[in-house]
């Protein structure tokens, strides 16, 4: 885990840190590869984002595997760049970068939903966080078979989890992201409540 460091850094290198992970975040690498495949703009199918979520609808499996990794790494390279001259920075940037994921500049502000990112973050943030993630993740998956409803469980669990162990900076972090989490997910909240939402592995 990045060492723990004060919040005693000044403002001007906090919005650089910030400022670097939000570059690094809105490379929007699903736009970018189902491009450079020859599959046209994944935001003009589907459900319109550039998740690997929405690669997947392409029929690429391999492209939406290529994109969830990119999108993971983004998040992890931007905290692990600016932790090394601080906890705080690396925590700053990793906000950063999740706010470039879900809304990139260069696309208009519309991005992704950030699940990705999220994990790419807490890997380097705290990997404890991860495994929780991904054990809330795969039993809710298993369970009711909704990849957003096991995104959601596990967004709740994770700053939970984390303020349990006493990482108090990294639990503050991820109850923001996990908010904002939600509210990319609000169309998914509103279907899974009507019945509607598609379950893993179903056709269309």
């Not at 809105?26 to 690997?52: C, E, H, Q, W």
């Not at 950063?96 to 790419?120: M, N, Q, S």
């Not at 957003?148 to 990294?170: F, R, T, Y």
């Not at 998914?188 to 179903?202: K, M, Q, Y």
Request: proline share 2%; net charge positive.
């Amino acid at each position: 885990m990045i060492e723990t460091a004060g919040w005693e850094a000044s403002l001007p290198f906090m919005a650089a840190a910030l400022l670097c992970g939000y570059l690094i975040g809105s490379i929007p690498f699903g736009l970018i590869l189902t491009r450079m495949a020859g599959l046209g703009d994944v935001r003009k199918i589907g459900s319109g984002n550039i998740g690997a979520t929405n690669v997947l609808r392409t029929g690429n499996k391999k492209l939406a595997a290529l994109t969830l990794l990119l999108d993971a790494l983004k998040g992890t390279a931007a905290v692990l760049i600016a932790g090394r001259f601080g906890e705080q920075y690396g925590l700053i940037a990793g906000l950063g970068a999740f706010l470039g994921h879900i809304a990139p500049v260069w696309l208009g502000f519309r991005g992704g939903k950030g699940v990705a990112t999220y994990l790419g973050i807490l890997l380097a943030a705290a990997w404890q966080g991860a495994l929780v993630f991904a054990l809330a993740w795969l039993a809710t998956a298993f369970i009711t078979r909704f990849s957003s409803l096991s995104a959601l469980v596990a967004a709740v669990c994770v700053p939970l989890a984390l303020l349990a162990l006493g990482l108090k900076l990294p639990a503050l972090l991820f109850a923001a992201l996990s908010i904002m989490i939600f509210i990319k997910h609000r169309a998914n909240i509103s279907r899974l409540l009507a019945g509607t939402e598609t379950r893993i592995g179903a056709k269309g």
